[in-house]
């Protein structure tokens, strides 16, 4: 009767002992797995690139847009701070400036005829880029009093 409790014992031992053992499978990601998460995590990336793409575009037309708002409020400056006629004259003619993407930024400033001192003159300022469809990037009109 002692044997045969002995031998129960192990018995009992060793399914105990194959119950707690841990499979060589079960320390990490199968192959599958892996595949499956590289595969999912690059239609995310798909499906995210053309909403990144768009924003470069739009933070690239606002940064041309600021230099040539920047470009017009300094001739507008310019002419505030020569309030003749000869001085507004002086500051009517088209300039350009690179925008260090290949386009050419124009900056074109008129003047009406009939300056004459002691009034209020319409002073423009538009700039617009050379690129094939003429984009105007910013304008402004400011009234002048030209001073005697």
């Known amino acids: 009767m002692v044997a045969g409790c002995g031998r129960f014992s192990a018995q009992r031992q060793i399914r105990v002992n194959q119950d707690n053992r841990r499979d060589a499978g079960d320390d990490g990601f199968t192959l599958v797995e892996v595949v499956v998460s590289i595969v999912l995590l690059g239609l995310i990336a798909m499906t995210m690139l053309p909403m990144f793409i768009t924003g470069l575009r739009l933070s690239m037309q606002n940064s041309d847009r600021a230099s040539a708002t920047a470009q017009v409020n300094a001739r507008i400056e310019q002419a505030r701070a020569t309030p003749t006629?000869?001085?507004?004259?002086?500051?009517?003619?088209?300039?350009?400036?690179?925008?260090?993407?290949?386009?050419?930024?124009?900056?074109?400033?008129?003047?009406?005829?009939?300056?004459?001192?002691?009034?209020?003159?319409?002073?423009?300022?538009v700039a617009k880029t050379t690129d094939s469809v003429g984009t105007i990037r910013s304008s402004a009109t400011t009234k002048v009093f030209v001073a005697s």
């Open 85 to 125: 006629c000869a001085g507004l004259q002086a500051l009517v003619a088209t300039s350009t400036f690179d925008t260090g993407r290949g386009e050419t930024l124009s900056l074109v400033t008129t003047l009406p005829d009939g300056c004459t001192a002691n009034s209020a003159v319409t002073f423009s300022v």
